[in-house]
Protein backbone atom coordinates (compact mmCIF):
# COMPACT_ATOMS: atom_id res chain seq x y z
CA UNK A 1 0.00 0.00 0.00
CA UNK A 2 2.53 2.30 0.75
CA UNK A 3 4.63 1.15 -1.96
CA UNK A 4 2.16 1.44 -4.03
CA UNK A 5 1.00 5.38 -3.38
CA UNK A 6 5.17 6.32 -2.91
CA UNK A 7 5.26 8.40 -6.75
CA UNK A 8 2.05 9.47 -6.65
CA UNK A 9 2.81 11.24 -3.29
CA UNK A 10 6.18 12.29 -5.03
CA UNK A 11 4.96 13.84 -7.86
CA UNK A 12 1.99 15.37 -6.55
CA UNK A 13 3.53 16.46 -3.56
CA UNK A 14 -0.12 14.96 -1.34
CA UNK A 15 0.10 14.28 2.16
CA UNK A 16 0.63 10.56 2.04
CA UNK A 17 -2.88 10.38 3.72
CA UNK A 18 -3.70 6.74 2.74
CA UNK A 19 -0.37 5.55 3.75
CA UNK A 20 -0.37 7.06 7.12
CA UNK A 21 -3.88 5.33 7.42
CA UNK A 22 -2.68 2.24 6.67
CA UNK A 23 0.33 2.64 9.31
CA UNK A 24 -2.90 3.79 12.11
CA UNK A 25 -4.92 0.92 11.46
CA UNK A 26 -1.53 -1.65 11.84
CA UNK A 27 -1.48 0.12 15.45
CA UNK A 28 2.11 1.30 14.06
CA UNK A 29 1.65 5.08 15.09
CA UNK A 30 2.10 3.74 18.56
CA UNK A 31 4.63 1.88 18.21
CA UNK A 32 6.61 4.25 20.94
CA UNK A 33 4.07 4.73 22.95
CA UNK A 34 3.60 2.76 26.10
CA UNK A 35 1.11 -0.50 26.21
CA UNK A 36 -0.89 1.10 29.06
CA UNK A 37 -1.34 4.10 26.77
CA UNK A 38 -2.49 1.21 24.18
CA UNK A 39 1.00 1.44 22.51
CA UNK A 40 2.86 -1.15 21.19
CA UNK A 41 5.24 0.19 23.79
CA UNK A 42 8.52 -1.01 21.72
CA UNK A 43 10.47 1.93 21.87
CA UNK A 44 13.28 3.67 19.79
CA UNK A 45 14.17 0.45 18.29
CA UNK A 46 10.71 -1.02 17.08
CA UNK A 47 10.32 2.83 15.59
CA UNK A 48 13.48 2.70 13.55
CA UNK A 49 12.27 -0.56 12.34
CA UNK A 50 9.46 1.02 11.12
CA UNK A 51 10.76 4.37 9.73
CA UNK A 52 13.48 2.39 8.19
CA UNK A 53 11.11 -0.33 6.51
CA UNK A 54 8.92 2.40 5.21
CA UNK A 55 11.50 4.77 3.83
CA UNK A 56 12.26 1.97 1.52
CA UNK A 57 9.20 2.67 0.07
CA UNK A 58 8.68 6.30 0.59
CA UNK A 59 10.58 8.86 2.25
CA UNK A 60 7.57 10.96 2.60
CA UNK A 61 5.45 8.33 4.76
CA UNK A 62 9.04 7.63 6.77
CA UNK A 63 9.08 11.79 7.60
CA UNK A 64 5.79 12.26 8.64
CA UNK A 65 6.11 8.96 11.05
CA UNK A 66 9.25 9.66 12.43
CA UNK A 67 8.15 13.24 13.28
CA UNK A 68 4.88 11.60 14.80
CA UNK A 69 6.93 9.58 16.79
CA UNK A 70 9.27 12.51 18.35
CA UNK A 71 6.50 14.46 19.52
CA UNK A 72 4.91 10.87 20.52
CA UNK A 73 8.14 10.69 23.04
CA UNK A 74 7.64 14.01 24.60
CA UNK A 75 3.54 13.64 25.38
CA UNK A 76 4.12 10.00 26.45
CA UNK A 77 6.27 11.71 29.22
CA UNK A 78 4.36 14.32 29.92
CA UNK A 79 0.94 14.64 28.65
CA UNK A 80 -2.41 13.21 30.09
CA UNK A 81 -3.56 9.75 29.79
CA UNK A 82 -6.34 10.53 27.13
CA UNK A 83 -3.75 12.63 24.84
CA UNK A 84 -1.49 9.30 25.27
CA UNK A 85 -4.36 7.13 24.25
CA UNK A 86 -5.28 9.27 21.16
CA UNK A 87 -1.59 9.37 19.98
CA UNK A 88 -1.00 5.86 20.76
CA UNK A 89 -4.29 4.92 18.65
CA UNK A 90 -3.26 6.30 15.73
CA UNK A 91 -6.38 8.71 15.34
CA UNK A 92 -3.96 11.78 17.13
CA UNK A 93 -1.30 12.52 14.89
CA UNK A 94 1.23 15.00 16.01
CA UNK A 95 4.27 16.67 15.45
CA UNK A 96 7.17 19.11 16.40
CA UNK A 97 7.30 22.89 16.10
CA UNK A 98 10.96 23.74 17.01
CA UNK A 99 12.49 25.53 14.25
CA UNK A 100 11.57 29.16 13.80
CA UNK A 101 11.93 32.52 11.16
CA UNK A 102 14.35 33.69 13.56
CA UNK A 103 16.70 30.98 15.57
CA UNK A 104 16.37 28.54 12.26
CA UNK A 105 18.34 25.51 12.61
CA UNK A 106 19.37 26.50 16.61
CA UNK A 107 16.18 25.32 17.52
CA UNK A 108 17.82 25.22 21.12
CA UNK A 109 16.81 29.41 21.45
CA UNK A 110 13.42 30.05 20.07
CA UNK A 111 12.53 33.36 19.94
CA UNK A 112 8.90 33.04 20.15
CA UNK A 113 7.15 33.84 23.48
CA UNK A 114 5.00 32.30 25.63
CA UNK A 115 2.84 35.36 27.67
CA UNK A 116 0.44 35.06 30.80
CA UNK A 117 -3.36 36.10 29.67
CA UNK A 118 -5.14 35.55 32.67
CA UNK A 119 -5.87 31.79 33.50
CA UNK A 120 -4.23 30.91 30.20
CA UNK A 121 -0.93 31.23 27.95
CA UNK A 122 -0.59 33.17 24.94
CA UNK A 123 1.80 32.08 22.43
CA UNK A 124 3.20 34.05 19.82
CA UNK A 125 5.58 32.49 16.98
CA UNK A 126 7.12 32.31 13.53
CA UNK A 127 7.37 28.56 12.75
CA UNK A 128 9.67 27.93 9.75
CA UNK A 129 9.12 24.61 9.10
CA UNK A 130 6.39 21.92 10.48
CA UNK A 131 6.40 18.52 8.90
CA UNK A 132 2.20 17.34 9.03
CA UNK A 133 1.45 21.40 9.72
CA UNK A 134 -2.18 20.78 7.64
CA UNK A 135 -2.72 17.32 9.02
CA UNK A 136 -1.56 16.77 12.32
CA UNK A 137 -3.82 17.27 15.39
CA UNK A 138 -1.16 19.02 17.76
CA UNK A 139 2.11 20.51 17.54
CA UNK A 140 4.61 19.87 20.38
CA UNK A 141 5.85 23.55 20.29
CA UNK A 142 8.64 25.80 21.71
CA UNK A 143 8.94 28.99 23.22
CA UNK A 144 11.47 30.78 25.40
CA UNK A 145 10.27 30.00 28.81
CA UNK A 146 7.16 32.24 30.50
CA UNK A 147 8.47 33.10 33.33
CA UNK A 148 11.44 30.85 34.32
CA UNK A 149 14.98 31.30 33.26
CA UNK A 150 16.29 29.19 30.44
CA UNK A 151 16.12 28.68 27.16
CA UNK A 152 12.55 27.37 26.37
CA UNK A 153 9.39 25.84 27.59
CA UNK A 154 7.33 23.11 25.79
CA UNK A 155 3.65 23.19 24.78
CA UNK A 156 1.11 21.02 23.71
CA UNK A 157 -1.09 23.14 20.71
CA UNK A 158 -3.38 21.82 19.09
CA UNK A 159 -3.62 22.67 15.68
CA UNK A 160 -7.62 23.70 15.53
CA UNK A 161 -6.36 26.93 17.96
CA UNK A 162 -7.40 30.45 16.77
CA UNK A 163 -5.16 32.13 15.61
CA UNK A 164 -2.73 29.97 14.02
CA UNK A 165 -1.85 30.24 10.33
CA UNK A 166 -0.78 27.50 8.07
CA UNK A 167 1.72 29.09 5.33
CA UNK A 168 1.38 26.17 2.92
CA UNK A 169 1.36 23.82 0.75
CA UNK A 170 4.99 22.32 0.88
CA UNK A 171 6.69 22.77 -2.45
CA UNK A 172 9.93 21.10 -1.65
CA UNK A 173 12.81 19.25 -3.24
CA UNK A 174 12.66 16.19 -1.70
CA UNK A 175 10.29 14.58 0.79
CA UNK A 176 7.66 15.93 -1.19
CA UNK A 177 4.51 14.85 0.65
CA UNK A 178 5.35 15.46 4.31
CA UNK A 179 3.10 18.74 4.60
CA UNK A 180 5.80 20.74 6.19
CA UNK A 181 4.91 24.21 6.51
CA UNK A 182 5.63 27.65 8.15
CA UNK A 183 3.29 28.15 10.90
CA UNK A 184 2.60 31.57 12.40
CA UNK A 185 0.79 31.75 15.95
CA UNK A 186 -0.93 35.21 16.99
CA UNK A 187 -2.32 35.45 20.18
CA UNK A 188 -3.03 31.38 19.77
CA UNK A 189 -4.85 30.73 23.84
CA UNK A 190 -3.56 27.51 25.42
CA UNK A 191 -4.20 26.46 29.17
CA UNK A 192 -1.47 26.36 31.71
CA UNK A 193 -1.83 22.79 31.91
CA UNK A 194 -0.75 22.89 27.96
CA UNK A 195 3.03 23.28 29.24
CA UNK A 196 4.96 19.69 28.61
CA UNK A 197 7.61 19.73 31.53
CA UNK A 198 8.44 22.28 33.84
CA UNK A 199 8.47 26.16 32.80
CA UNK A 200 12.14 26.89 31.28
CA UNK A 201 13.36 23.23 31.08
CA UNK A 202 12.59 22.91 27.15
CA UNK A 203 16.12 22.46 26.34
CA UNK A 204 16.39 19.33 28.62
CA UNK A 205 13.18 18.01 26.82
CA UNK A 206 15.14 18.89 23.30
CA UNK A 207 18.31 17.22 24.73
CA UNK A 208 17.29 14.50 26.37
CA UNK A 209 13.69 13.20 25.24
CA UNK A 210 13.55 14.43 21.11
CA UNK A 211 16.98 14.44 20.32
CA UNK A 212 18.10 10.78 20.86
CA UNK A 213 14.88 9.30 18.96
CA UNK A 214 14.83 12.48 16.17
CA UNK A 215 18.77 11.00 15.62
CA UNK A 216 17.95 7.33 15.55
CA UNK A 217 14.72 7.92 13.77
CA UNK A 218 16.16 10.16 11.10
CA UNK A 219 19.52 7.67 10.78
CA UNK A 220 16.77 5.06 9.96
CA UNK A 221 15.26 7.04 7.06
CA UNK A 222 17.92 7.45 5.25
CA UNK A 223 18.92 3.98 5.58
CA UNK A 224 15.83 2.96 4.57
CA UNK A 225 16.31 5.28 1.17
CA UNK A 226 19.51 3.89 0.91
CA UNK A 227 18.31 -0.07 1.17
CA UNK A 228 15.69 0.87 -1.82
CA UNK A 229 17.93 2.94 -3.70
CA UNK A 230 20.76 -0.09 -3.47
CA UNK A 231 17.42 -2.76 -4.45
CA UNK A 232 16.50 -0.82 -7.38
CA UNK A 233 19.46 -0.18 -8.72
CA UNK A 234 20.26 -3.49 -8.48
CA UNK A 235 17.37 -4.45 -10.29
CA UNK A 236 18.12 -2.28 -12.98
CA UNK A 237 21.79 -3.45 -13.72
CA UNK A 238 20.54 -6.69 -14.12
CA UNK A 239 17.49 -6.29 -15.75
CA UNK A 240 18.86 -4.31 -18.81
CA UNK A 241 21.70 -5.10 -21.73
CA UNK A 242 23.40 -3.15 -24.13
CA UNK A 243 23.05 -5.03 -27.72
CA UNK A 244 26.21 -4.87 -28.91
CA UNK A 245 28.16 -6.84 -26.62
CA UNK A 246 25.12 -8.69 -24.75
CA UNK A 247 25.90 -8.28 -21.56
CA UNK A 248 23.94 -6.61 -18.45
CA UNK A 249 24.76 -3.91 -16.86
CA UNK A 250 25.66 -5.73 -13.71
CA UNK A 251 28.12 -7.63 -16.32
CA UNK A 252 30.33 -4.40 -16.11
CA UNK A 253 32.68 -4.86 -13.10
CA UNK A 254 32.55 -1.53 -12.92
CA UNK A 255 29.08 -1.00 -12.42
CA UNK A 256 29.39 -3.85 -10.14
CA UNK A 257 32.18 -1.87 -7.76
CA UNK A 258 30.04 1.00 -7.42
CA UNK A 259 26.53 -0.95 -6.75
CA UNK A 260 29.34 -2.64 -3.77
CA UNK A 261 30.42 0.37 -2.79
CA UNK A 262 26.24 1.73 -2.20
CA UNK A 263 25.95 -1.88 -0.60
CA UNK A 264 28.69 -1.91 1.62
CA UNK A 265 28.17 2.12 2.78
CA UNK A 266 24.48 0.99 3.69
CA UNK A 267 25.41 -1.54 5.90
CA UNK A 268 28.02 0.64 7.95
CA UNK A 269 25.19 3.16 8.18
CA UNK A 270 23.00 0.24 9.73
CA UNK A 271 25.52 -1.11 11.45
CA UNK A 272 26.08 2.12 13.43
CA UNK A 273 22.49 2.36 13.61
CA UNK A 274 22.39 -0.80 15.51
CA UNK A 275 25.12 0.37 17.53
CA UNK A 276 23.71 3.79 18.76
CA UNK A 277 20.48 1.54 19.59
CA UNK A 278 22.32 -0.58 22.00
CA UNK A 279 24.42 2.20 23.68
CA UNK A 280 20.82 3.58 24.33
CA UNK A 281 19.52 0.68 25.73
CA UNK A 282 22.21 -0.22 27.58
CA UNK A 283 22.98 3.35 29.06
CA UNK A 284 26.57 3.32 27.43
CA UNK A 285 28.80 5.83 28.01
CA UNK A 286 29.09 6.92 24.58
CA UNK A 287 25.48 7.22 23.91
CA UNK A 288 25.53 10.92 23.11
CA UNK A 289 28.38 10.62 21.04
CA UNK A 290 26.87 7.65 18.88
CA UNK A 291 23.18 10.14 18.90
CA UNK A 292 24.90 12.85 17.70
CA UNK A 293 27.10 10.46 14.90
CA UNK A 294 24.55 8.36 13.56
CA UNK A 295 21.98 10.70 12.12
CA UNK A 296 25.48 13.00 10.30
CA UNK A 297 26.75 9.70 9.21
CA UNK A 298 23.47 7.96 7.77
CA UNK A 299 22.51 11.39 6.18
CA UNK A 300 25.75 12.05 4.50
CA UNK A 301 26.12 8.67 3.29
CA UNK A 302 22.15 8.61 1.85
CA UNK A 303 23.62 11.20 -0.13
CA UNK A 304 26.71 9.23 -1.30
CA UNK A 305 25.03 6.13 -2.15
CA UNK A 306 22.03 7.80 -4.07
CA UNK A 307 24.44 9.88 -6.34
CA UNK A 308 25.84 6.90 -7.33
CA UNK A 309 22.59 4.37 -7.72
CA UNK A 310 21.70 7.69 -10.48
CA UNK A 311 25.31 7.82 -11.98
CA UNK A 312 25.21 3.74 -12.16
CA UNK A 313 21.36 3.76 -14.02
CA UNK A 314 22.35 6.73 -16.15
CA UNK A 315 19.79 8.30 -18.59
CA UNK A 316 17.55 5.85 -17.39
CA UNK A 317 17.71 7.20 -13.88
CA UNK A 318 17.69 11.02 -15.26
CA UNK A 319 14.21 10.32 -16.94
CA UNK A 320 12.40 8.73 -13.96
CA UNK A 321 12.66 5.16 -15.36
CA UNK A 322 14.19 3.77 -12.81
CA UNK A 323 12.37 5.83 -9.88
CA UNK A 324 15.78 6.67 -8.28
CA UNK A 325 15.31 10.51 -8.60
CA UNK A 326 12.90 10.06 -5.51
CA UNK A 327 15.58 8.68 -3.11
CA UNK A 328 18.27 11.25 -4.34
CA UNK A 329 16.16 13.91 -3.99
CA UNK A 330 14.21 12.34 -0.46
CA UNK A 331 17.94 11.82 1.25
CA UNK A 332 19.35 15.55 0.76
CA UNK A 333 17.14 16.69 3.58
CA UNK A 334 18.28 14.86 6.21
CA UNK A 335 21.42 17.00 5.94
CA UNK A 336 19.46 20.14 6.67
CA UNK A 337 17.11 19.42 9.50
CA UNK A 338 18.19 20.69 12.76
CA UNK A 339 20.38 19.11 14.46
CA UNK A 340 21.78 19.93 10.64
CA UNK A 341 25.22 17.71 9.48
CA UNK A 342 27.52 20.80 10.34
CA UNK A 343 26.21 21.41 13.19
CA UNK A 344 26.83 17.55 14.56
CA UNK A 345 30.19 17.64 13.19
CA UNK A 346 30.67 20.98 15.39
CA UNK A 347 29.16 19.21 18.47
CA UNK A 348 31.03 15.58 17.67
CA UNK A 349 34.38 17.90 17.15
CA UNK A 350 34.18 19.69 20.58
CA UNK A 351 32.74 16.06 22.46
CA UNK A 352 36.09 14.67 20.94
CA UNK A 353 38.20 17.70 21.98
CA UNK A 354 36.95 17.87 25.25
CA UNK A 355 34.92 20.75 24.71
CA UNK A 356 31.76 21.97 26.14
CA UNK A 357 29.17 21.43 23.06
CA UNK A 358 26.94 24.51 24.05
C1 LIG B 1 11.73 18.25 4.94
C2 LIG B 1 11.93 19.01 6.20
C3 LIG B 1 11.06 18.82 7.25
C4 LIG B 1 11.21 19.56 8.43
N1 LIG B 1 10.35 19.34 9.46
C5 LIG B 1 10.49 20.03 10.62
C6 LIG B 1 9.59 19.84 11.70
O1 LIG B 1 8.66 19.02 11.64
N2 LIG B 1 9.74 20.57 12.83
C7 LIG B 1 10.75 21.48 12.95
O2 LIG B 1 10.85 22.08 14.01
N3 LIG B 1 11.63 21.69 11.94
C8 LIG B 1 11.51 20.98 10.79
N4 LIG B 1 12.39 21.21 9.74
C9 LIG B 1 13.38 22.30 9.85
C10 LIG B 1 14.79 21.81 10.10
O3 LIG B 1 14.86 21.10 11.30
C11 LIG B 1 15.75 22.99 10.14
O4 LIG B 1 15.44 23.88 11.14
C12 LIG B 1 15.78 23.76 8.84
O5 LIG B 1 15.86 22.87 7.75
C13 LIG B 1 16.99 24.67 8.85
O6 LIG B 1 17.00 25.40 7.65
P1 LIG B 1 17.52 26.91 7.64
O7 LIG B 1 17.55 27.35 6.24
O8 LIG B 1 16.71 27.70 8.61
O9 LIG B 1 18.99 26.69 8.23
P2 LIG B 1 20.08 27.74 8.66
O10 LIG B 1 20.13 27.76 10.15
O11 LIG B 1 19.90 29.02 7.95
O12 LIG B 1 21.39 27.01 8.14
C14 LIG B 1 21.95 27.19 6.82
C15 LIG B 1 23.25 26.42 6.73
O13 LIG B 1 24.16 26.90 7.74
C16 LIG B 1 24.62 25.82 8.52
N5 LIG B 1 24.76 26.22 9.94
C17 LIG B 1 23.82 26.88 10.68
N6 LIG B 1 24.28 27.04 11.95
C18 LIG B 1 25.50 26.47 11.99
C19 LIG B 1 26.46 26.30 13.02
N7 LIG B 1 26.23 26.74 14.27
N8 LIG B 1 27.61 25.66 12.72
C20 LIG B 1 27.85 25.21 11.46
N9 LIG B 1 26.97 25.36 10.44
C21 LIG B 1 25.81 25.95 10.71
C22 LIG B 1 23.57 24.72 8.40
O14 LIG B 1 24.15 23.45 8.60
C23 LIG B 1 23.08 24.92 6.98
O15 LIG B 1 23.91 24.21 6.09
C24 LIG B 1 12.27 20.49 8.55
C25 LIG B 1 13.16 20.64 7.50
C26 LIG B 1 13.01 19.93 6.33
C27 LIG B 1 13.98 20.14 5.21
Known sequence: MIAAHATDVDRTGAFPEASIAALAAAGLLGAISAEDAGGLGL??????????????????????????YCGAA??????????????????????????EAGSRSHFWAPVSTATAGGDSVILDAKKSWITSATNAASYVWSSKPLAADGLSTIWLVPTVA????????????????????????????VPASAMLGADGAGF???????????????????????????????????????????????ELPTIRAYIARMRVKTDMARTLLEDTIAAMETGREDTMLRVLEVKAAAGETAVEV?????RVCGGAAFRKEVGLDRYFRDARAAGVMAPTTDVLYDFIGKAVCGLPLF
Open 74 to 99: VLEKFADTDTRKAVASGAHLTTLAFS
Open 204 to 250: DVMMGVVLPVFSVLNAACSIGLMEGAVERTAKHAGAIRHSDSGSSLA
Open 306 to 310: TDTAM
Open 43 to 68: GVRGAAEVIRRVARECGSTAMVASMH
Open 162 to 189: SGLTIHGPFEGLGLRGNDSSPVSAEGVR
